[in-house]
Protein backbone atom coordinates (compact mmCIF):
# COMPACT_ATOMS: atom_id res chain seq x y z
CA UNK A 1 0.00 0.00 0.00
CA UNK A 2 2.67 2.56 0.27
CA UNK A 3 3.68 2.70 -3.53
CA UNK A 4 -0.21 3.32 -3.81
CA UNK A 5 -0.12 6.52 -1.23
CA UNK A 6 3.07 8.15 -2.13
CA UNK A 7 1.35 8.34 -5.18
CA UNK A 8 -1.88 9.70 -4.31
CA UNK A 9 0.54 11.61 -1.73
CA UNK A 10 2.69 13.27 -4.80
CA UNK A 11 0.12 14.24 -6.48
CA UNK A 12 -0.55 17.68 -4.43
CA UNK A 13 2.62 18.57 -6.26
CA UNK A 14 2.32 17.45 -9.06
CA UNK A 15 2.20 19.65 -12.34
CA UNK A 16 -0.84 17.61 -13.77
CA UNK A 17 -2.32 15.43 -10.74
CA UNK A 18 -5.37 13.74 -12.73
CA UNK A 19 -2.61 12.01 -14.88
CA UNK A 20 -0.58 11.05 -11.93
CA UNK A 21 -3.26 9.75 -10.08
CA UNK A 22 -3.76 7.74 -13.42
CA UNK A 23 -0.98 5.76 -13.21
CA UNK A 24 -2.57 3.76 -9.43
CA UNK A 25 -4.68 1.87 -12.55
CA UNK A 26 -1.16 0.03 -13.57
CA UNK A 27 0.11 -0.77 -9.87
CA UNK A 28 -0.74 -4.16 -8.77
CA UNK A 29 -3.23 -4.17 -5.63
CA UNK A 30 -1.95 -5.40 -2.69
CA UNK A 31 -3.11 -9.15 -1.62
CA UNK A 32 -3.88 -7.78 1.92
CA UNK A 33 -4.12 -4.37 3.79
CA UNK A 34 -5.22 -2.37 6.90
CA UNK A 35 -8.56 -2.06 8.31
CA UNK A 36 -10.65 -1.73 11.19
CA UNK A 37 -12.12 -4.60 12.53
CA UNK A 38 -14.40 -6.57 15.07
CA UNK A 39 -14.06 -10.19 15.51
CA UNK A 40 -16.94 -12.99 15.27
CA UNK A 41 -15.06 -14.37 18.78
CA UNK A 42 -15.82 -11.62 20.91
CA UNK A 43 -19.48 -10.13 20.07
CA UNK A 44 -19.84 -11.66 24.05
CA UNK A 45 -17.44 -9.40 25.72
CA UNK A 46 -19.48 -6.60 26.80
CA UNK A 47 -22.27 -9.41 28.23
CA UNK A 48 -23.81 -8.10 31.10
CA UNK A 49 -21.98 -4.28 30.63
CA UNK A 50 -24.22 -1.20 30.47
CA UNK A 51 -24.55 0.18 27.15
CA UNK A 52 -22.54 3.52 28.50
CA UNK A 53 -20.01 1.47 29.66
CA UNK A 54 -18.97 -0.63 26.70
CA UNK A 55 -15.87 0.48 25.52
CA UNK A 56 -15.05 0.82 21.94
CA UNK A 57 -11.46 0.99 22.65
CA UNK A 58 -11.75 -2.88 23.55
CA UNK A 59 -14.09 -4.22 20.46
CA UNK A 60 -12.38 -2.65 17.71
CA UNK A 61 -8.72 -3.50 16.25
CA UNK A 62 -6.61 -2.38 13.73
CA UNK A 63 -4.77 -5.83 11.56
CA UNK A 64 -4.29 -6.81 8.26
CA UNK A 65 -7.25 -8.69 5.90
CA UNK A 66 -7.20 -9.97 2.86
CA UNK A 67 -8.22 -7.69 -0.36
CA UNK A 68 -11.52 -8.90 -1.12
CA UNK A 69 -12.60 -10.12 -4.78
CA UNK A 70 -13.73 -7.20 -6.99
CA UNK A 71 -16.99 -7.93 -8.65
CA UNK A 72 -19.67 -6.32 -11.47
CA UNK A 73 -20.55 -3.37 -10.98
CA UNK A 74 -17.92 -2.79 -7.80
CA UNK A 75 -15.20 -0.86 -7.30
CA UNK A 76 -11.77 -1.03 -5.21
CA UNK A 77 -11.08 1.88 -3.73
CA UNK A 78 -7.76 3.46 -1.97
CA UNK A 79 -8.92 5.51 1.33
CA UNK A 80 -6.93 8.50 2.32
CA UNK A 81 -9.71 9.35 5.13
CA UNK A 82 -12.24 8.06 6.85
CA UNK A 83 -14.76 9.03 9.77
CA UNK A 84 -16.92 7.61 12.76
CA UNK A 85 -20.55 7.48 12.79
CA UNK A 86 -22.76 6.54 15.24
CA UNK A 87 -23.50 2.95 13.29
CA UNK A 88 -19.40 1.83 13.78
CA UNK A 89 -20.69 2.60 17.51
CA UNK A 90 -23.17 0.21 17.72
CA UNK A 91 -21.10 -2.31 15.48
CA UNK A 92 -18.20 -1.94 18.23
CA UNK A 93 -20.51 -2.32 21.34
CA UNK A 94 -22.50 -4.93 19.23
CA UNK A 95 -25.94 -3.57 19.80
CA UNK A 96 -28.72 -4.03 18.93
CA UNK A 97 -27.39 -7.43 17.38
CA UNK A 98 -23.70 -7.87 16.41
CA UNK A 99 -23.47 -7.11 12.86
CA UNK A 100 -22.25 -10.35 11.87
CA UNK A 101 -25.92 -11.14 12.02
CA UNK A 102 -26.30 -9.06 9.09
CA UNK A 103 -23.03 -10.13 7.12
CA UNK A 104 -24.59 -13.90 7.31
CA UNK A 105 -27.51 -12.83 5.95
CA UNK A 106 -26.15 -11.40 3.29
CA UNK A 107 -23.81 -13.58 2.59
CA UNK A 108 -27.03 -16.14 1.70
CA UNK A 109 -28.43 -14.12 -1.28
CA UNK A 110 -25.55 -14.97 -3.87
CA UNK A 111 -22.16 -16.67 -4.48
CA UNK A 112 -20.34 -13.50 -4.95
CA UNK A 113 -21.85 -12.00 -1.24
CA UNK A 114 -20.42 -14.82 0.17
CA UNK A 115 -17.40 -12.71 0.51
CA UNK A 116 -19.15 -10.71 3.26
CA UNK A 117 -19.60 -13.52 5.65
CA UNK A 118 -15.57 -13.60 7.78
CA UNK A 119 -14.74 -13.75 11.02
CA UNK A 120 -14.35 -10.46 10.57
CA UNK A 121 -16.17 -7.43 10.20
CA UNK A 122 -14.47 -4.33 8.54
CA UNK A 123 -16.59 -1.20 9.96
CA UNK A 124 -16.72 2.62 8.49
CA UNK A 125 -19.72 4.25 6.50
CA UNK A 126 -17.56 7.33 5.01
CA UNK A 127 -14.84 7.82 2.99
CA UNK A 128 -12.33 9.72 0.56
CA UNK A 129 -9.66 8.45 -1.80
CA UNK A 130 -8.67 7.09 -5.35
CA UNK A 131 -10.52 4.66 -7.48
CA UNK A 132 -8.15 1.92 -7.57
CA UNK A 133 -9.77 -0.66 -9.74
CA UNK A 134 -13.27 -1.28 -11.11
CA UNK A 135 -15.28 -4.37 -12.18
CA UNK A 136 -16.98 -5.45 -15.26
CA UNK A 137 -19.86 -3.11 -16.19
CA UNK A 138 -18.52 -0.03 -14.53
CA UNK A 139 -17.82 2.54 -17.16
CA UNK A 140 -19.13 6.46 -15.20
CA UNK A 141 -15.81 5.66 -13.07
CA UNK A 142 -11.81 4.80 -13.99
CA UNK A 143 -8.48 3.90 -11.83
CA UNK A 144 -7.38 7.66 -10.93
CA UNK A 145 -10.77 9.55 -10.03
CA UNK A 146 -10.78 10.61 -6.72
CA UNK A 147 -14.03 10.22 -4.80
CA UNK A 148 -16.18 10.10 -1.94
CA UNK A 149 -18.35 7.16 -1.24
CA UNK A 150 -21.97 7.26 -0.02
CA UNK A 151 -22.89 4.35 2.28
CA UNK A 152 -26.22 3.00 0.43
CA UNK A 153 -25.17 -0.63 -0.97
CA UNK A 154 -28.28 -1.80 -3.42
CA UNK A 155 -28.98 -4.91 -6.05
CA UNK A 156 -31.77 -3.34 -7.93
CA UNK A 157 -33.05 -6.42 -9.08
CA UNK A 158 -36.13 -5.87 -7.36
CA UNK A 159 -39.24 -3.68 -9.26
CA UNK A 160 -39.30 -1.82 -5.17
CA UNK A 161 -36.19 0.01 -5.48
CA UNK A 162 -36.65 1.90 -8.81
CA UNK A 163 -38.78 4.34 -7.60
CA UNK A 164 -36.50 4.84 -4.75
CA UNK A 165 -33.68 3.02 -4.03
CA UNK A 166 -34.24 2.93 -0.27
CA UNK A 167 -37.23 0.67 -1.16
CA UNK A 168 -35.14 -1.96 -2.56
CA UNK A 169 -35.62 -5.31 -0.45
CA UNK A 170 -31.86 -5.67 -0.50
CA UNK A 171 -30.78 -2.14 0.40
CA UNK A 172 -27.61 -2.25 2.88
CA UNK A 173 -25.47 0.10 4.77
CA UNK A 174 -22.06 -0.34 3.41
CA UNK A 175 -20.10 -0.85 6.28
CA UNK A 176 -22.83 -1.43 8.79
CA UNK A 177 -24.32 -4.32 7.16
CA UNK A 178 -21.73 -4.93 4.76
CA UNK A 179 -18.15 -5.93 4.80
CA UNK A 180 -15.48 -3.87 3.69
CA UNK A 181 -16.13 -0.66 4.88
CA UNK A 182 -14.62 2.54 4.78
CA UNK A 183 -11.97 2.40 8.06
CA UNK A 184 -9.57 1.35 6.54
CA UNK A 185 -6.30 1.13 3.75
CA UNK A 186 -8.91 -0.58 0.65
CA UNK A 187 -12.82 -0.44 0.50
CA UNK A 188 -14.75 -2.33 -1.44
CA UNK A 189 -17.90 -0.30 -3.08
CA UNK A 190 -20.84 -0.65 -5.41
CA UNK A 191 -20.10 1.90 -8.28
CA UNK A 192 -22.81 3.73 -7.37
CA UNK A 193 -22.19 4.37 -3.76
CA UNK A 194 -19.51 6.67 -5.68
CA UNK A 195 -19.35 10.43 -5.89
CA UNK A 196 -16.75 13.02 -7.30
CA UNK A 197 -14.80 14.31 -4.33
CA UNK A 198 -15.07 18.21 -3.65
CA UNK A 199 -11.84 19.69 -5.22
CA UNK A 200 -11.27 22.29 -2.54
CA UNK A 201 -11.66 20.31 0.38
CA UNK A 202 -8.68 17.68 2.05
CA UNK A 203 -9.39 14.23 2.18
CA UNK A 204 -10.17 14.07 5.82
CA UNK A 205 -12.50 16.98 5.26
CA UNK A 206 -14.00 14.88 2.12
CA UNK A 207 -14.32 11.70 4.01
CA UNK A 208 -16.60 13.12 7.05
CA UNK A 209 -20.05 14.95 5.29
CA UNK A 210 -21.32 11.90 3.21
CA UNK A 211 -23.40 9.27 5.43
CA UNK A 212 -24.40 12.61 7.49
CA UNK A 213 -24.87 15.27 5.27
CA UNK A 214 -26.44 12.90 3.16
CA UNK A 215 -29.08 11.56 5.74
CA UNK A 216 -30.15 15.18 6.62
CA UNK A 217 -30.73 16.11 3.56
CA UNK A 218 -33.15 13.04 2.27
CA UNK A 219 -35.07 14.19 5.81
CA UNK A 220 -35.57 18.15 5.27
CA UNK A 221 -35.08 18.50 2.04
CA UNK A 222 -36.01 15.26 -0.18
CA UNK A 223 -39.94 15.00 -1.15
CA UNK A 224 -39.54 12.22 0.74
CA UNK A 225 -38.58 13.64 3.61
CA UNK A 226 -39.88 16.74 5.31
CA UNK A 227 -39.69 18.81 2.18
CA UNK A 228 -38.89 22.37 4.03
CA UNK A 229 -39.75 25.14 2.41
CA UNK A 230 -37.90 29.01 3.39
CA UNK A 231 -39.40 30.90 6.73
CA UNK A 232 -39.83 27.03 8.07
CA UNK A 233 -39.26 26.75 11.54
CA UNK A 234 -37.06 23.79 12.48
CA UNK A 235 -36.05 21.92 15.74
CA UNK A 236 -33.11 20.37 15.44
CA UNK A 237 -31.94 17.62 18.63
CA UNK A 238 -28.31 17.59 18.72
CA UNK A 239 -27.69 20.98 16.16
CA UNK A 240 -23.91 20.77 16.92
CA UNK A 241 -23.30 17.16 16.32
CA UNK A 242 -21.94 14.87 13.18
CA UNK A 243 -25.74 14.81 11.61
CA UNK A 244 -27.20 18.18 13.68
CA UNK A 245 -24.62 20.46 12.20
CA UNK A 246 -25.64 18.98 8.70
CA UNK A 247 -29.29 19.60 9.53
CA UNK A 248 -28.15 23.38 10.92
CA UNK A 249 -26.47 24.38 7.77
CA UNK A 250 -29.11 22.81 5.52
CA UNK A 251 -32.21 24.87 7.18
CA UNK A 252 -30.07 28.50 7.00
CA UNK A 253 -29.00 27.85 3.40
CA UNK A 254 -32.77 26.56 2.39
CA UNK A 255 -33.95 29.97 4.05
CA UNK A 256 -35.38 27.99 7.12
CA UNK A 257 -35.07 29.32 10.77
CA UNK A 258 -33.36 26.48 13.01
CA UNK A 259 -34.12 25.92 16.60
CA UNK A 260 -30.86 24.44 17.45
CA UNK A 261 -31.11 22.28 20.92
CA UNK A 262 -27.40 21.47 22.70
CA UNK A 263 -25.98 20.17 25.72
CA UNK A 264 -23.09 22.67 26.60
CA UNK A 265 -22.37 26.27 26.27
CA UNK A 266 -19.18 25.45 23.42
CA UNK A 267 -21.87 23.26 21.39
CA UNK A 268 -23.98 26.50 21.54
CA UNK A 269 -21.24 28.55 20.26
CA UNK A 270 -20.91 25.93 17.07
CA UNK A 271 -24.38 26.57 16.34
CA UNK A 272 -23.94 30.43 16.52
CA UNK A 273 -20.60 30.43 14.64
CA UNK A 274 -23.14 28.53 11.94
CA UNK A 275 -25.15 31.41 11.54
CA UNK A 276 -27.74 29.93 14.12
CA UNK A 277 -29.71 32.67 15.93
CA UNK A 278 -31.71 30.51 18.13
CA UNK A 279 -30.02 27.87 20.91
CA UNK A 280 -31.43 26.20 23.51
CA UNK A 281 -28.77 24.28 26.01
CA UNK A 282 -30.85 21.99 27.52
CA UNK A 283 -28.72 21.25 29.85
CA UNK A 284 -28.14 24.28 31.17
CA UNK A 285 -31.75 25.20 31.17
CA UNK A 286 -32.30 21.70 32.98
CA UNK A 287 -34.79 19.98 30.94
CA UNK A 288 -35.45 16.66 31.74
CA UNK A 289 -38.38 14.76 29.56
CA UNK A 290 -38.54 11.14 32.15
CA UNK A 291 -39.34 11.53 35.51
CA UNK A 292 -37.93 8.04 36.19
CA UNK A 293 -36.60 5.55 33.52
CA UNK A 294 -40.74 4.36 32.85
CA UNK A 295 -42.17 7.61 33.03
CA UNK A 296 -42.33 10.81 30.49
CA UNK A 297 -42.80 14.00 32.45
CA UNK A 298 -45.04 16.13 29.90
CA UNK A 299 -44.72 19.40 32.40
CA UNK A 300 -41.59 19.00 30.73
CA UNK A 301 -42.73 18.64 27.24
CA UNK A 302 -44.61 22.63 27.95
CA UNK A 303 -42.05 23.91 29.18
CA UNK A 304 -39.93 23.40 26.58
CA UNK A 305 -42.77 24.41 23.74
CA UNK A 306 -42.57 27.19 25.81
CA UNK A 307 -38.94 28.19 25.22
CA UNK A 308 -39.41 27.38 21.85
CA UNK A 309 -42.09 30.11 21.76
CA UNK A 310 -40.53 32.32 23.65
CA UNK A 311 -37.02 32.27 20.86
CA UNK A 312 -39.61 32.15 17.65
CA UNK A 313 -41.94 35.19 18.87
CA UNK A 314 -44.33 32.45 19.65
CA UNK A 315 -44.10 29.75 16.51
CA UNK A 316 -44.34 26.44 16.95
CA UNK A 317 -41.63 24.08 14.87
CA UNK A 318 -43.17 22.87 11.56
CA UNK A 319 -40.53 20.18 11.37
CA UNK A 320 -39.01 18.68 13.99
CA UNK A 321 -35.11 17.05 13.46
CA UNK A 322 -35.03 13.22 14.89
CA UNK A 323 -32.49 10.80 15.66
CA UNK A 324 -31.76 10.77 19.68
CA UNK A 325 -35.07 9.13 20.17
CA UNK A 326 -36.73 7.24 23.46
CA UNK A 327 -35.12 10.18 25.70
CA UNK A 328 -36.65 13.33 23.21
CA UNK A 329 -39.69 11.40 20.95
CA UNK A 330 -42.19 12.41 23.14
CA UNK A 331 -41.52 16.27 23.65
CA UNK A 332 -40.76 16.32 20.12
CA UNK A 333 -44.55 15.27 19.19
CA UNK A 334 -45.80 17.34 21.74
CA UNK A 335 -43.73 20.91 20.45
CA UNK A 336 -44.55 20.21 16.78
CA UNK A 337 -46.76 22.66 15.44
CA UNK A 338 -50.59 21.83 14.07
CA UNK A 339 -50.03 19.47 10.82
CA UNK A 340 -46.24 20.07 11.50
CA UNK A 341 -43.66 17.28 10.67
CA UNK A 342 -41.21 14.78 12.86
CA UNK A 343 -38.78 13.28 10.89
CA UNK A 344 -36.70 10.29 12.33
CA UNK A 345 -33.68 9.07 11.43
CA UNK A 346 -32.07 7.07 14.49
CA UNK A 347 -32.70 6.26 18.47
CA UNK A 348 -29.16 7.04 19.99
CA UNK A 349 -31.07 7.34 23.27
CA UNK A 350 -33.61 4.23 22.85
CA UNK A 351 -35.16 2.50 20.00
CA UNK A 352 -38.37 1.71 22.36
CA UNK A 353 -40.74 5.63 21.82
CA UNK A 354 -43.02 6.74 24.35
CA UNK A 355 -45.36 9.61 22.82
CA UNK A 356 -48.73 10.71 23.74
CA UNK A 357 -50.68 9.80 20.69
CA UNK A 358 -53.51 12.93 21.56
CA UNK A 359 -51.26 15.51 20.30
CA UNK A 360 -50.51 13.15 16.92
CA UNK A 361 -53.70 12.32 15.73
CA UNK A 362 -56.00 15.61 17.08
CA UNK A 363 -53.25 17.92 15.56
CA UNK A 364 -53.01 16.00 12.09
CA UNK A 365 -49.22 15.90 13.05
CA UNK A 366 -47.18 13.26 10.96
CA UNK A 367 -44.13 11.36 11.77
CA UNK A 368 -42.20 10.26 9.02
CA UNK A 369 -38.95 7.75 8.67
CA UNK A 370 -35.99 8.45 6.93
CA UNK A 371 -32.89 5.80 6.67
CA UNK A 372 -29.57 7.37 5.19
CA UNK A 373 -30.72 8.71 1.49
CA UNK A 374 -30.61 7.58 -1.79
CA UNK A 375 -28.07 7.66 -4.93
CA UNK A 376 -29.96 10.99 -6.52
CA UNK A 377 -30.44 13.10 -2.59
CA UNK A 378 -26.96 12.07 -1.82
CA UNK A 379 -25.44 13.11 -5.19
CA UNK A 380 -27.40 16.75 -4.69
CA UNK A 381 -25.99 16.61 -0.99
CA UNK A 382 -22.37 16.18 -2.20
CA UNK A 383 -22.92 18.46 -4.63
CA UNK A 384 -24.06 21.59 -1.91
CA UNK A 385 -20.38 20.46 -0.75
CA UNK A 386 -18.49 20.97 -3.93
CA UNK A 387 -20.15 24.33 -4.11
CA UNK A 388 -19.04 25.69 -0.78
CA UNK A 389 -22.43 25.86 0.17
CA UNK A 390 -22.28 23.26 3.14
CA UNK A 391 -19.12 23.07 4.98
CA UNK A 392 -17.54 20.18 6.17
CA UNK A 393 -18.19 20.22 10.29
CA UNK A 394 -14.83 18.30 11.42
CA UNK A 395 -13.50 18.79 14.97
CA UNK A 396 -10.60 16.20 15.12
CA UNK A 397 -8.70 13.68 13.46
CA UNK A 398 -7.56 10.46 14.68
CA UNK A 399 -4.71 7.95 12.75
CA UNK A 400 -6.37 4.80 11.72
CA UNK A 401 -4.36 3.42 14.48
CA UNK A 402 -6.38 5.04 17.18
CA UNK A 403 -10.10 4.79 15.55
CA UNK A 404 -11.22 3.06 18.98
CA UNK A 405 -10.21 6.32 20.70
CA UNK A 406 -12.28 7.89 18.05
CA UNK A 407 -15.38 5.75 18.40
CA UNK A 408 -15.48 6.26 22.04
CA UNK A 409 -15.23 10.07 21.92
CA UNK A 410 -18.77 9.59 19.73
CA UNK A 411 -20.55 7.05 21.66
CA UNK A 412 -19.73 9.19 25.17
CA UNK A 413 -20.65 12.56 23.01
CA UNK A 414 -17.67 14.25 23.70
CA UNK A 415 -16.89 15.48 20.26
CA UNK A 416 -17.92 18.25 18.39
CA UNK A 417 -19.35 17.94 14.57
CA UNK A 418 -17.39 14.97 12.80
CA UNK A 419 -14.47 12.95 14.02
CA UNK A 420 -12.54 12.09 10.77
CA UNK A 421 -9.64 9.23 10.25
CA UNK A 422 -6.45 9.24 8.32
CA UNK A 423 -6.72 5.96 6.78
CA UNK A 424 -3.46 6.47 3.76
CA UNK A 425 -3.19 10.17 4.31
CA UNK A 426 0.16 10.66 6.51
CA UNK A 427 -0.90 14.00 7.28
CA UNK A 428 -4.26 16.23 7.41
CA UNK A 429 -4.47 18.96 4.80
CA UNK A 430 -3.53 16.60 1.37
CA UNK A 431 -5.99 16.74 -1.62
CA UNK A 432 -6.78 19.87 -1.89
CA UNK A 433 -7.20 20.58 -5.92
CA UNK A 434 -8.81 24.04 -6.15
CA UNK A 435 -6.62 26.47 -3.59
CA UNK A 436 -8.16 29.54 -5.63
CA UNK A 437 -11.96 28.10 -4.71
CA UNK A 438 -10.74 27.01 -1.10
CA UNK A 439 -9.25 30.85 -0.58
CA UNK A 440 -12.86 31.95 -1.23
CA UNK A 441 -14.40 29.74 1.56
CA UNK A 442 -11.24 29.53 3.72
CA UNK A 443 -13.01 31.25 6.85
CA UNK A 444 -15.99 29.59 6.65
CA UNK A 445 -14.07 26.32 6.28
CA UNK A 446 -12.18 27.22 9.25
CA UNK A 447 -15.30 28.37 11.27
CA UNK A 448 -17.49 24.89 10.70
CA UNK A 449 -14.17 22.97 11.38
CA UNK A 450 -13.51 25.15 14.77
CA UNK A 451 -11.00 26.77 14.00
Known amino acids: MREIRDVIVEADTA ?3 RAALATVGSMPVPES ?11 EMFAGVPSSEKDPRKSLHVEDVPTPE ?7 VAVMASAINYNTVWT ?12 KRYAKTSPLAQRHDRPYHVVGSDAAGVVLRVGPGVTRWQPGDEVVAHCLSVELEEAAGHDDTLLDPEQRIWGFETNFGGLAELALVKA ?17 PGLVNSTAYRQLVSHHGAQMKQGDTILIWGASGGLGSYATQLAINGG ?23 VIDRAAEGFRFW ?5 PDPSEWRRFGERIRELTGGDDPDIVFEHPGRETFGASVFVARRGGTIVTCASTSGYQHSYDNRYLWMNVKRIIGSHFANYREAWEANRLVARGRIHPTLSKTYPLAETGQAAYEVHRNTHQGKVGVLCLAPTEGLGVRDPEFRSRHEAAINRFRGR
Open 33 to 43: YRAVVVRSSEV
Open 256 to 278: GVPVCVVSSPAKAEICRSMGAEL
Open 92 to 103: SIFEPVPTFTFL
Open 70 to 76: LGPGEAL
Open 15 to 17: EDP
Open 192 to 208: NQLMPKPRHLSWEEAAC
Open 291 to 295: KDEHT
